[in-house]
Nanobody
């Protein structure tokens, strides 16, 4: 079992930055692909970014490409999401995720473990 604990959410003005962090316990995350999803009010959960086990390959949704950066540190069992140039449409609950099959193709169906989710609000 893997427990994913998130931190770093909050309120920020448009154009600002936030860094989301996810710390895992129970098992090393080095065996999992990691990712971040988000769910805005009234919308379906969507994949934001993924990172391979080694950290060498990343994927970003078109809506965040060039603004968000996903990274991981397998020695610390953590994965981060740096969010820059935030827009009001980035407002959502953000979830950390781990999965052996996680990818842009399978999306949420590839997730084995979810974080609890924390709110990010971007004001205009």
């Amino acid at each position: 079992q893997v427990q994913l604990g998130e931190s770093g959410g909050g309120l920020v003005q448009a154009g600002g930055s936030l860094r989301r962090s996810c710390a895992a316990s129970g098992r090393t995350i080095s065996i999992y692909r990691m990712g971040w999803f988000r769910q805005a009010s009234g919308k379906e959960r969507e994949l934001v970014a993924t990172i391979s086990r080694s950290g060498g390959t990343t994927y970003y949704a078109d809506s965040v490409k060039g603004r968000f950066t996903i990274s991981r540190d397998n020695t610390k069992n953590t994965v981060d999401l740096q969010m820059n140039s935030l827009k009001p449409e980035d407002t959502a609950v953000y979830y950390c995720a781990a999965g052996s099959r996680l990818s842009a193709v399978v999306g949420g169906r590839g997730v084995d473990y979810w974080g609890q989710g924390t709110q990010v609000t971007v004001s205009s």
